[in-house]
């Protein structure tokens, strides 16, 4: 039997997307805690807003100020960088200067231009805030009631693939979340990715009855409707559940590299009976690749 059997000759399409890869460090792990997975919730680059994901913790002994850090990515479709600016600010704003003894730092390699701090989030401190040399970087110190919140002046900003993505079928409950934590753990070792939907309960299509909310549910993918589309549904027979894993990844070979990472990991699980792929008809993405030729 070949190791690859269970998967489907598919492919997926992704995107390319702007991102920006930061560095939260703090004294208390359950505030960086927060603030990672408060900042980076609720993806959105399908509605023109941010979508983000934690790419793993790092000790004290990784981070500029010697403190323990955790390496974050938020995400941006559009190349309107001013927007991009602005919901960066939101998260920065309502969901880590907001946490107690909190810092950013810019971790994006190989940038591709800069977005200064000062105006969206620096100036919450209302005309007091300064610019200071510290930790070797040019960092703005915001005044709040429980001081201070430091910010990198700038943050950089690259370009790298969104949305790659794999399914993994099953007709049982405890495999949709037993895989789900396997491949999301191993995808967590690969650098440079984020899963930013964890498992995904909803494969989405473009073709939509109502445009306003932009994309819907992939209907012949969804096993509640198989008996009511009857040949249009696309759900094997034995098959109840049908998770995904999106992954964004700083270039595509850490993309390609996490979606292996991932299918490998759940390959030999009972439960598993098949794996796929999410894709648009090859009419939508930037790049279409099937899973056989990166497995």
């Known amino acids: 039997m070949d190791k690859y059997d269970k998967v489907q000759d598919t492919f997926f399409e992704a995107f390319n997307g702007r991102f920006i890869r930061a560095l939260i460090t703090a004294d208390d792990e359950d505030i960086l805690a927060q ?28 981070t500029p100020d010697g403190r323990i850090g955790v390496i974050v990515q938020y995400w941006f479709g559009s190349d309107d960088l001013e927007k991009f600016e602005l919901e960066l600010s939101y998260r920065i704003r309502q969901d880590i200067l907001v946490k107690p003894f909190t810092s950013l730092f810019n971790l994006t390699p190989n940038p591709n231009g800069f977005i200064s701090m000062m105006k969206q989030v620096g100036h919450c401190g209302d005309g007091y805030e300064w610019i200071e040399e510290k930790f070797g970087k040019n960092m703005i110190n915001v005044p709040i009631a429980v001081p201070d919140f430091k910010i990198e002046e700038k943050l950089a900003y690259s370009e790298g693939l969104m949305g790659a993505n794999f399914w993994y079928m099953t007709n049982d409950k405890e495999t949709v979340m037993e895989a789900g934590r396997i491949a999301l753990k191993e995808i967590g070792k690969v650098e440079g990715v984020i899963a930013p939907f964890g498992i995904c309960s909803a494969a989405s299509k473009v073709e939509t009855n109502y445009p306003w909310i932009g994309p819907t549910t992939n209907h012949p993918y969804c096993p509640s409707l198989k008996e009511k589309l009857q040949k249009e549904s696309k759900v094997p027979n034995n098959i109840n559940f049908i998770p995904e894993i999106v992954i964004n990844g700083i270039n595509k070979e850490q993309c390609f590299k996490a979606v292996k990472a991932g299918i490998d990991s759940i390959l030999d699980l009972d439960g598993v009976l098949k794996i796929s792929a999410g894709n648009f008809n090859g009419q939508l993405g930037d790049l279409k690749v099937n899973l056989l030729d990166i497995l």
Not at 43 to 48: F, M, Q, S
């Open 35 to 62: 603030a990672a997975y408060d900042s980076t919730s609720t993806p959105g680059a399908v509605i023109g807003r941010i979508e983000g994901g934690v790419e793993g913790f790092i000790d004290e002994f990784k």
